[in-house]
Every structure is written in structure tokens, then in C-alpha cells.
């Protein structure tokens, strides 16, 4: 997809419309489309979209989705990891990057080659971990490869630095997936931080969304509890504000 090149597309299937044969103010490119995108709303009517989501990141953006992304959004996924946000929402037009995982568009989400405002949404998923190396995640994420050592004053560095180049890339919003943290003693509430980090590049929290995953790691790691185990992540819907 060429990033910089912005048409009016159907708001249900993406179609472009074309000058010639639409009227400038039509927001579908036919009545098929019209009522499907009429049903799809209604949907969301007669099955609200709730906060709390409980499975898997796929079906957290699938509920995510339903509210605030159809057919026609273009999404610049920055963090495309191997694409599991996308596993049920094959309808979405994703364009994915990534520094290690996507040879085509190896982009730094922190400095993006698309222009101001060229997508619609920017999804921002960073590695969260405090010091990895030794975690479960390390293979499938390759976070030596990009957060070696990391504490969580850079974890939050790399969030904020993301956050502004989304803001500079995204027209309508940013979403942005974290999870709280432990560093030594210490509780870091990144959920909370990230909202501060939000608003002082100004941009405005809109939703929070919980996840409950029903998978979870191991819990072979502490003989004594200290603290609740920390078993949801978020994903917060932040607006760009024009
Ligand atoms: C938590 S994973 C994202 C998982 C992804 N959302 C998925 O569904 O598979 C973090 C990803 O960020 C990528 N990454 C780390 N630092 C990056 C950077 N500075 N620029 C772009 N991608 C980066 C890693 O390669 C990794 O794939």
C-alpha cells in the first residue's frame, strides 16, 4: 500500500470512490453497502462492546474493533510481532512493520517513513518487560534483540517516544497495548503513566480496555506472594485531537 496516497473509500468495503461517479458527500458506494454497514451498527447496539475482555489479544482487538474500526479504517500496526492482533479481524486493512519480524517494512516505530496523518489508526504494542532476558517471552519476541536490559524508565522512554510518532503519523487515534509491571520492590502502573505521557503530548484518553487472558504464564517463579498476581493487560484508545 502506498501510505501517502489518500482516497475516499467506501466506509463498508474499502471501495474507492471515484469523483466521477459519486457524489462528494457519499460515504458508501452502493446501498448493499449502506445496509450492511447499518446492520453491522446495530450489532454493535443489540451486543454492547464491554471493557473487560476475557481470551486473547485477537478477540481484545476483534471487541476493540467493533466500536471504533470497520472496513474502510486504514490501521498502521508499528509492532506487528507475527500479526496475532489481526487472527480474527481478517475484514481490518492492516499495514504491518516491525523492526525484526517484517523484512518488507523493517521500520523503528519511533521514526516512521509515512507521512503526517497517513493512517487512520496506529496500533503501538512495544515490548513491555523490565530487564528480559530471562523470560518466557524473550524467544518468541526477540527482546534481547531490542530491550536488553532494559528498565522500566526506558520502557516508559520507548512508549512515550512510540506515542509521538504515532500521534504525528495517526488521523483519528492510537492504541496502545501495556501491562503494569514489578521492578524489584517497586509497583510500576504503567497503564496509569501512559495516560500522563497521553495527555502531555496531547492527546486524549478515550477507553480503556481490560484484558482477562485466559492463558497464562507458568506461576513456578516465587516460593512467598507478595503482591496480586498481575493476570490482565490493557489496551487504551487514545483520540488525536486536530
Ligand atoms: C510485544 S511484541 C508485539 C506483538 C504483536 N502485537 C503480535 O500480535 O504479535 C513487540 C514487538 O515490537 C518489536 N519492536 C521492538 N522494538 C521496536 C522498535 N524500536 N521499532 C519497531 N519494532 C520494535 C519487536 O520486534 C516485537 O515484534
Same mark, same amino acid.
Given at each position: 500500500m502506498n501510505a501517502s496516497k489518500i482516497v475516499t473509500a467506501c466506509?463498508?468495503? &474499502?471501495a474507492e470512490l471515484s469523483p466521477e461517479t459519486h457524489? !462528494?458527500?457519499? #460515504? +458508501?458506494?452502493s446501498d448493499r453497502c449502506k445496509q450492511a454497514d447499518y446492520r453491522r451498527r446495530r450489532k454493535v447496539k443489540d451486543n454492547p462492546v464491554e471493557a473487560l475482555v476475557r481470551g486473547n489479544n485477537a478477540d481484545l482487538i476483534r471487541e476493540v474493533a467493533r466500536l471504533y474500526a470497520d472496513t474502510g479504517v486504514t490501521i498502521a500496526? *508499528?509492532?506487528? @510481532? #507475527?500479526?496475532? +492482533? /489481526?487472527r480474527k479481524t481478517p475484514h481490518l486493512n492492516v499495514t504491518g512493520s516491525d523492526l525484526l519480524t517484517v523484512p518488507e517494512r523493517p521500520y523503528d516505530f519511533r521514526n516512521l517513513p509515512y507521512h503526517d496523518s497517513s493512517f487512520d489508526i496506529v496500533v503501538l504494542d512495544p515490548p513491555? $518487560? *523490565? /530487564?528480559? @532476558?530471562?523470560?518466557? !517471552?524473550d524467544d518468541r519476541y526477540r527482546n534481547a534483540e531490542t530491550t536488553?536490559?532494559?528498565d522500566y524508565k526506558g520502557i516508559r522512554q520507548l512508549y512515550h517516544d512510540g506515542l509521538k510518532e504515532a500521534a504525528r503519523v495517526a488521523r483519528r487515534q492510537i492504541w496502545v497495548k501495556c501491562k503494569d509491571t514489578v521492578e524489584g520492590p517497586r509497583q510500576r502502573f504503567l497503564h496509569v503513566h501512559l495516560l500522563q505521557d497521553a495527555e502531555a503530548l496531547g $492527546?486524549? @484518553?478515550?477507553d480503556l480496555f481490560i484484558l482477562d487472558a485466559t492463558s497464562r504464564m507458568p &506461576? &513456578?517463579? /516465587? !516460593?512467598?506472594?507478595k503482591h496480586a498476581r498481575k493476570t490482565m493487560s490493557y489496551l487504551w484508545v487514545f483520540d488525536v485531537i486536530s
Amino acid at each position: 500500500m502506498n501510505a501517502s496516497k489518500i482516497v475516499t473509500a467506501c466506509r463498508h468495503c &474499502n471501495a474507492e470512490l471515484s469523483p466521477e461517479t459519486h457524489r !462528494s458527500d457519499r #460515504k +458508501f458506494c452502493s446501498d448493499r453497502c449502506k445496509q450492511a454497514d447499518y446492520r453491522r451498527r446495530r450489532k454493535v447496539k443489540d451486543n454492547p462492546v464491554e471493557a473487560l475482555v476475557r481470551g486473547n489479544n485477537a478477540d481484545l482487538i476483534r471487541e476493540v474493533a467493533r466500536l471504533y474500526a470497520d472496513t474502510g479504517v486504514t490501521i498502521a500496526d *508499528v509492532t506487528y @510481532g #507475527k500479526g496475532a +492482533f /489481526w487472527r480474527k479481524t481478517p475484514h481490518l486493512n492492516v499495514t504491518g512493520s516491525d523492526l525484526l519480524t517484517v523484512p518488507e517494512r523493517p521500520y523503528d516505530f519511533r521514526n516512521l517513513p509515512y507521512h503526517d496523518s497517513s493512517f487512520d489508526i496506529v496500533v503501538l504494542d512495544p515490548p513491555y $518487560l *523490565v /530487564w528480559p @532476558g530471562n523470560h518466557m !517471552s524473550d524467544d518468541r519476541y526477540r527482546n534481547a534483540e531490542t530491550t536488553k536490559g532494559i528498565d522500566y524508565k526506558g520502557i516508559r522512554q520507548l512508549y512515550h517516544d512510540g506515542l509521538k510518532e504515532a500521534a504525528r503519523v495517526a488521523r483519528r487515534q492510537i492504541w496502545v497495548k501495556c501491562k503494569d509491571t514489578v521492578e524489584g520492590p517497586r509497583q510500576r502502573f504503567l497503564h496509569v503513566h501512559l495516560l500522563q505521557d497521553a495527555e502531555a503530548l496531547g $492527546l486524549r @484518553g478515550r477507553d480503556l480496555f481490560i484484558l482477562d487472558a485466559t492463558s497464562r504464564m507458568p &506461576n &513456578n517463579h /516465587w !516460593s512467598t506472594q507478595k503482591h496480586a498476581r498481575k493476570t490482565m493487560s490493557y489496551l487504551w484508545v487514545f483520540d488525536v485531537i486536530s
